[in-house]
């Protein structure tokens, strides 16, 4: 079976740190660019941030650029997305997809999403 699976998300407080994974089953990571998404209550889907396939460039959102740091082992078939000094406005729902578009795309494969808050 064909898709991708997030985890690591939880609760953690103001300027703390987490690690999300993006898992993929049925397919090989290291051949596409990854994307991480996020939906925050009441706002639309956002990018967060991509690696590229081949040479991993890395790409960030201004609003997370110098915090979140994104990578991939392709020997585990995973792709990680750091995050540090969390602020309470990185509470989301966050997706990692086989796109750093924020697109429909029937081809691209999409997580189910991994909730993360940030609170006291």
């Known amino acids: 079976q064909v898709q991708l699976v997030e985890s690591g998300g939880g609760l953690v407080q103001p300027g703390g740190s987490l690690r999300l994974s993006c898992a993929a089953s049925?397919?090989?990571?290291?051949?596409?660019?990854i994307g991480w998404f996020r939906e925050a209550p009441g706002k639309d889907r956002e990018w967060v941030s991509c690696i590229s396939s081949g040479v991993d460039s890395t790409y960030y959102a201004d609003s997370v650029k110098g915090r979140f740091t994104i990578s991939r082992d392709n020997a585990k078939n995973k792709v990680y997305l750091q995050m540090n000094s969390r602020e309470p406005e990185d509470t989301a729902v966050y997706y990692c997809?086989?796109?750093?578009?924020?697109?429909?795309?029937?081809?691209?494969?999409w997580g189910q999403g991994s909730q993360d808050i940030v609170s006291s």
């Open positions: 049925g397919f090989t990571l290291d051949y596409y660019a």
């Open positions: 997809a086989t796109t750093c578009e924020l697109r429909y795309d029937p081809y691209d494969y």
